[in-house]
């Protein structure tokens, strides 16, 4: 089973960037969630989902997109 981790705005922090490369190395299959600037995504090699905000409405669609129940 795949982790599924959500971080917010991690391209503007070090140390942020450098556990998201080191949790990214150690599990592959993570799937990253990226609920603040879209940036986050480009500091992974793998699958992204973007919600462009960190409200509840935006990370409900979230989790409807990765349980299958709602396209990307």
């Known amino acids: 089973m795949p982790l599924v981790v959500a971080v917010r705005d991690a391209y503007r922090s ?4 450098a ?3 080191r949790l990214t190395e ?3 299959d993570a799937v990253v969630v990226a609920v603040g ?5 480009e500091l992974v090699p793998g699958p992204v989902v ?10 409900e669609a979230a989790a409807e997109v990765l349980a299958g129940r709602a396209a990307p």
């Open 37 to 41: 600037m879209p940036d986050d995504a």
């Open 26 to 28: 150690q599990r592959p």
């Open 19 to 21: 556990w998201l490369r």
């Open 14 to 17: 070090e140390w942020q960037r």
């Open 50 to 59: 973007l919600t462009h905000g960190a409200g509840r409405v935006n990370t």
